[in-house]
């Protein structure tokens, strides 16, 4: 009776993961990593800093400030491809994919947020003024080995299974004039494990995967009203070509900066993203004046820590300081434009934090 008791769980538990992964040859399970990987954190560089009370608006609804195109922006650049359901778009450019949504963000944030909750995440970064969710790392139980001891076994014993992986997300909403727009990017970390006795275990960051973000915001599709079928259809979709972007830095630039062969709504855009996937805290941005507000831990300041400390007391340690990052964009829609790396105050950076970050986001921009 027991190992029948046991069999039927474990089948309940792959049914489960089965029907959570609907939406790709992969499954996708963090309900019970959520639980198992609350409070875990990563070095500094990986880390996403709380935000200070004081900088944040006082009423609980989406800021407005900043998600308004500009007029030199306004239209969507011939590379995007939509595939649209019921009024809901998935857009795609190269790797990058959005939804467009016809309803404004203050309807869309009460769906998104709990979204993340019924998903299985726990939430670091709850701030709807400046349209930001982001998860805790929590691990992808169904990267787990389905072996026939894991299918018997790991619904009762699932604590002594690891999968050395953990993901975290993060939803950005904006503000257009027809509604709402949603981003999802992804960050991954994994442990290294070196040494003679195999008893050093690091963890660093792995590549972000644009398919898991294309998942997730497929099951947010569905989440808010489409099918399935649509669902799969829209992440499937395919990018229309175009050449790829190129950036560089800009020699002698008064600050440092980042020249990218964008005309400004798709460098707005991809900055977006880089910003997003690099670990900034963007604590608020305003499109029209083509700007983010930053903050950003500076991974290659000193660091006296050990290990341990570096591993679970990273915010203690570590101020996280405050930047701007400003897009000038040729007129009229015209290329380049100009990615440039500002202080707190919008005056030019002589410290070398600021060719750091600009390398950052060349690094992504490329």
Same mark, same amino acid.
């Given at each position: 009776?027991?190992? =029948?008791?046991?069999? =039927? %769980?474990?089948?309940?538990?792959?049914? $489960? #993961?089965?029907?959570?992964?609907?939406?790709?040859?992969?499954?996708?399970?963090?309900?019970?990593?959520?639980?198992?990987?609350? #409070? &875990?954190?990563?070095?500094?560089?990986?880390?996403?800093? +709380?935000?200070?009370?004081?900088?944040?608006?006082?009423?609980?609804?989406?800021?407005?400030?900043?998600?308004?195109?500009?007029?030199?922006?306004?239209?969507?650049?011939?590379?995007?491809?939509?595939?649209?359901?019921?009024?809901?778009?998935? =857009?795609?450019?190269?790797?990058?994919?959005?939804?467009?949504?016809?309803?404004?963000?203050?309807?869309?944030?009460?769906?998104?947020?709990?979204?993340?909750?019924?998903?299985?995440?726990?939430?670091?970064?709850?701030?709807?003024?400046?349209?930001?969710?982001?998860?805790?790392?929590?691990?992808?139980?169904?990267?787990?080995?389905?072996?026939?001891?894991?299918?018997?076994?790991?619904?009762? =014993?699932?604590?002594?299974?690891?999968?050395?992986?953990?993901?975290?997300?993060?939803?950005? &909403? *904006?503000?257009?004039?027809?509604?709402?727009?949603?981003?999802? $990017?992804?960050?991954?970390?994994?442990?290294?494990?070196?040494?003679?006795?195999?008893?050093?275990?690091?963890? /660093? &960051?792995?590549? /972000?995967?644009?398919?898991?973000?294309?998942?997730?915001?497929?099951?947010?599709?569905?989440?808010?009203?489409?099918?399935? @079928?649509?669902?799969?259809?829209? +992440?499937?979709?395919?990018?229309?070509?175009?050449?790829?972007?190129?950036?560089?830095?800009?020699?002698?630039?008064?600050?440092?900066?980042? *020249?990218?062969? @964008?005309?400004? *709504?798709?460098?707005?855009?991809?900055?977006? &993203?880089?910003?997003?996937?690099?670990?900034?805290?963007?604590?608020?941005?305003?499109?029209?004046? #083509?700007?983010?507000?930053?903050?950003?831990?500076?991974?290659?300041?000193?660091?006296?820590?050990?290990?341990? $400390?570096?591993?679970?007391?990273?915010? *203690?340690?570590?101020?996280?300081?405050?930047?701007?990052?400003?897009?000038?964009? #040729?007129?009229?829609?015209?290329?380049? /434009?100009?990615?440039?790396?500002?202080?707190? @105050?919008?005056?030019? %950076? /002589?410290?070398?934090?600021?060719?750091? %970050?600009?390398?950052?986001?060349?690094?992504?921009?490329?």
């Amino acid at each position: 009776m027991r190992i =029948l008791t046991l069999t =039927l %769980i474990a089948a309940a538990a792959t049914l $489960s #993961g089965c029907a959570n992964g609907f939406l790709s040859g992969e499954k996708v399970d963090y309900r019970a990593g959520a639980r198992q990987t609350k #409070g &875990l954190d990563v070095p500094p560089d990986l880390t996403q800093l +709380a935000r200070e009370g004081r900088y944040q608006a006082p009423a609980p609804v989406v800021s407005a400030s900043g998600t308004t195109a500009s007029p030199a922006a306004a239209s969507t650049t011939p590379s995007v491809a939509p595939s649209t359901v019921g009024g809901i778009r998935m =857009l795609r450019d190269g790797d990058l994919r959005w939804l467009q949504l016809p309803m404004p963000p203050e309807q869309v944030w009460p769906q998104l947020r709990q979204f993340w909750l019924d998903s299985g995440f726990t939430l670091e970064v709850d701030d709807p003024a400046a349209g930001v969710l982001e998860t805790a790392w929590s691990e992808n139980r169904a990267k787990l080995p389905q072996d026939g001891v894991r299918r018997l076994l790991g619904g009762v =014993l699932d604590s002594l299974f690891d999968s050395g992986e953990r993901d975290r997300f993060r939803a950005r &909403l *904006e503000r257009t004039p027809t509604g709402s727009e949603v981003y999802i $990017s992804h960050r991954g970390a994994q442990q290294v494990i070196s040494g003679a006795q195999r008893d050093d275990v690091r963890w /660093t &960051l792995r590549p /972000t995967d644009p398919q898991l973000e294309a998942e997730l915001l497929s099951r947010l599709m569905v989440r808010m009203g489409s099918s399935i @079928e649509q669902a799969q259809a829209a +992440a499937g979709q395919a990018a229309v070509a175009a050449a790829p972007a190129r950036a560089r830095l800009v020699a002698d630039a008064a600050t440092p900066s980042v *020249e990218v062969d @964008e005309a400004f *709504e798709r460098a707005w855009r991809r900055v977006g &993203l880089a910003l997003d996937r690099s670990g900034f805290t963007v604590e608020d941005r305003n499109r029209t004046d #083509g700007v983010y507000f930053v903050r950003y831990v500076d991974s290659q300041a000193p660091d006296e820590r050990g290990f341990f $400390s570096r591993l679970f007391g990273a915010e *203690e340690a570590r101020q996280a300081q405050r930047y701007r990052i400003a897009l000038v964009g #040729g007129a009229a829609g015209a290329t380049p /434009t100009v990615v440039a790396v500002q202080t707190a @105050e919008g005056q030019p %950076i /002589t410290a070398p934090v600021g060719g750091r %970050i600009a390398n950052v986001l060349l690094r992504e921009l490329r």
